[in-house]
């Protein structure tokens, strides 16, 4: 178990003051919220970079800040690993440079980091870039390097900003793999700032909402979105479901694979994966992409109709937000439909429907933790 992190902090700002309290011993911890909620000075307090913070934040028994009794640990002494949100490597440098400057900080703390470079080099597939200049890097590969650096700085505590808000569509879906084997491989825990639904169900364990400054929720992140009063906070992002699967095969345009860890789950046609049969997958679906039915619609364009049950019908504003179970080994399903459908269909729970998924409305993402 990682040691806990306490955090305790009083921070004025511009439109309001944080003021959060909180304590973790999960191996992620995401901290979710619009721009502008106190996300970003929240890490910053922590890695000691907000001198007006006060409070107490300790990591086990290290203690880290203690404003009554005038204690402040300076940011090279917290040995805390930042990934900012611009990853700000060092230009003059190529990537082992790079890497090599966090080695040395680790170093010139007393960490011992002895094989940290080779396996940072190894879960992030950098030996291909070793050599190059990080001004020719793409923003996944940055993204990379920044990450690589933090952690051969030997770091007790990992702190990512935003790690893919940069990145389009596609780059995220390459580099979110590297962020499951950081949190595979390397035994320390991870404070995480998102405000992307997709990105905190696939890497934490916890989630705390904020909002102005102030926690308003907290909890498993899938349950803690659906909330009505966290639900609007991700609207421009949209609620996507994140479900584990398997593929079971693979054909010239799309795969076949299974809901859930295991083989029993219902199938699913999905975009083509370049996985072979077998392999761990994490499946994304946006909730308004999903469309339910009280029957098996015949001559129906969508591959996919999935049978479930109803668990949970809640409003939020204009829309309901419907939570389904589909296997008992898969997190349920939540779609986004409209009040007026919801009561035509009279949903409620226990109700037996179909879920109905576009393949094309499905994105895959690698899971390397996958059992």
Aim: glycine fraction near 8%.
């Amino acid at each position: 178990m990682n040691p806990p992190l306490h955090v305790q902090v009083r921070l004025p700002l511009d439109r309001f003051d944080l003021d959060v309290e909180f304590e973790t011993t999960h191996r992620v911890t995401g901290v979710f919220g619009v721009s502008g909620s106190g996300k970003t000075t929240l890490l910053e307090a922590v890695a000691g970079l907000r001198r007006g913070a006060r409070g107490r934040i300790r990591l086990g028994a290290a203690e880290w800040l203690d404003s009554e009794r005038r204690l402040r640990v300076p940011p090279e002494r917290r040995h805390v690993g930042y990934v900012p949100q611009d990853s700000l490597l060092f230009p003059h440098l190529d990537v082992l440079g790079n890497l090599n400057a966090g080695r040395g900080r680790a170093l010139r703390g007393e960490n011992q980091v002895e094989g940290t470079l080779e396996t940072v080099v190894r879960v992030l597939d950098l030996a291909p870039l070793l050599r190059r200049p990080v001004t020719t890097l793409s923003g996944g590969e940055r993204q990379r390097v920044a990450l690589g650096r933090a952690l051969c700085s030997g770091p007790r505590l990992l702190l990512l900003d935003e790690p893919l808000a940069s990145l389009d569509a596609g780059l995220r879906r390459k580099v979110l793999p590297f962020l499951h084997r950081v949190q595979a491989e390397f035994s320390l825990p991870i404070l995480l700032v998102s405000h992307n639904p997709v990105e905190v169900q696939a890497l934490c364990e916890d989630l705390i909402v904020l909002r102005e400054g102030r926690i308003i929720a907290r909890g498993e992140p899938r349950a803690v979105l659906t909330r009505p009063e966290v639900f609007p906070l991700a609207e421009h992002e949209g609620f996507e479901n994140m479900l584990p699967a398997r593929v079971i095969e693979s054909g010239p345009e799309t795969s076949r694979v299974t809901l859930g860890h295991g083989a029993e789950g219902p199938a699913l046609t999905v975009p083509r994966s370049t996985l072979p049969a077998g392999s761990p997958l994490l499946l994304s679906i946006p909730a308004d992409e999903i469309v339910l039915g009280l029957e098996h619609p015949p001559g129906l364009s969508a591959r996919n109709a999935v049978p479930a049950r109803v668990e949970q019908v809640q409003r939020v504003g204009a829309v309901c937000l419907v939570t389904a179970r589909v296997a008992p080994d898969t997190p349920p399903v939540v779609a986004e439909v409209t009040a007026d459908a919801t009561s035509e269909l009279h949903l409620v729970p226990g109700t037996e429907l179909f879920l109905l998924i576009k393949t094309t409305a499905v994105t895959l993402y690698e899971d390397p933790s996958g059992a």
